[in-house]
């Protein structure tokens, strides 16, 4: 049984950072590529960052320079490592494994004063 469990989300105010982890388990995590999404209030779920079994990262617009993805396999764990955090980055954070399509469950990230 597959199963993606994020962690880290919160509340913090704009300008700060947040860690978020996604543990996965019943998959051989070092061979899967690894994404994280966004999906905000009323709107689509959007792609964030993903990073490959060999360890090639790539960004959307909105998180270049401010996110940074990584893996560790042994951990069987994603991070992705949010600084300068905006209003706008306010949305359930999702990670995503390939092949296969598996989804965590999410964890909420809201960005407020």
């Known amino acids: 049984q597959v199963q993606l469990v994020e962690s880290g989300g919160g509340l913090v105010q704009p300008g700060a950072s947040l860690r978020l982890s996604c543990v996965a388990s019943?998959?051989?995590?070092?061979?899967?590529?690894m994404r994280w999404y966004r999906q905000a209030p009323g709107k689509q779920r959007e792609w964030v960052a993903l990073?490959?079994?060999?360890?090639?990262?790539n960004y959307a617009d909105s998180a270049k320079g401010r996110f940074t993805i990584s893996r560790d396999n042994a951990k069987n764990t994603v991070y992705l490592q949010m600084n300068s955090l905006k209003p706008e980055d306010t949305a359930v954070y999702y990670c995503?494994?390939?092949?296969?399509?598996?989804w965590g469950q999410g964890t909420q990230v809201t960005v407020s004063t």
């Open positions: 995503n494994a390939q092949p296969g399509g598996f």
């Open positions: 019943g998959i051989i995590f070092s061979i899967y590529t």
């Open positions: 990073i490959s079994s060999g360890g090639n990262t």
